[in-house]
């Protein structure tokens, strides 16, 4: 599998010596991540990206060996712009709150809009391209689920839910609930509040109650 160059707007040397043009190379970036949308991998045509890049063929090949080592990194354009959004501060959420926060950011369109489409195009290059679903798996899928199975930890380290519950299932079916609700016509932010709504009462202890009900009665005196 390629490894995914820096495409930071910071200049990197050419061969030959001479720095390379970073908004050159963001503009090629943009217009494949904007082909990869429309067209779908197998269909994307690196004439196409480099007429909508306003760059010629030999203009990018000086960059990119090959499709797949431009779409990588694409990808990890994408991939470090929405990072910080797997870092989640539970101090000042109530127990349900948080889990619902962390559930609102496992939607893959929560940074970029076009996200399910995206991944949906590579599901379909499962067979002929795998390395495209397996770079998304863990760079796009394992980072948010990995950040619901935190969330718990820590509600559990706080007494607010089980500590029998399945961690892993309920990240996986938490993130598998924006797909349903894509192919079902619904609308994404409704789905936080709904399952979570779901879940609670299966999940959490006593003690979570407790702690909500003391948290309204301060703040109504």
Known sequence: MARARDT??????????????????????????????????????IGDIAADAGVSRPTLYRRWDNKFDLVVDALDYGFRKQRDMYTLDLSELEPREALAEAV??????????????????????????PGLLEILRRHAVEPRVSLVERVLTELQDRG??????????????C?????????????????PGAVVSVLW????????????????AKRTR
């Not at 200049?11 to 082909?35: F, K, M």
């Not at 993130?175 to 789905?191: H, L, Q, T, V």
């Not at 009462?201 to 309204?216: D, E, L, P």
């Open 8 to 45: 930071t707007p910071a200049e990197s040397p050419r061969p030959g010596g001479r720095p390379r043009d970073a908004a050159l190379d963001e503009a090629i970036i943009l217009a494949t991540r904007a082909r990869l949308v429309r067209d779908g991998y197998s269909q994307m045509a």
């Open 201 to 216: 009462s299966a999940i959490a202890t006593s003690r979570a109650g407790i702690r909500r009900s003391t948290g309204r």
């Open 160 to 173: 607010a839910i089980r500590d029998d519950i399945d961690k892993h299932t309920i990240a996986t079916m």
């Open 104 to 129: 609102r950011r496992l939607d893959p369109a929560y940074y970029n809009p076009d996200a399910m489409v995206l991944m949906g195009n590579f599901a379909g290059e499962a067979i002929r391209t």
């Open 175 to 191: 993130f598998g609930s924006y797909f349903a609700a894509f192919y079902r016509g619904d609308r994404p932010k409704d789905i």
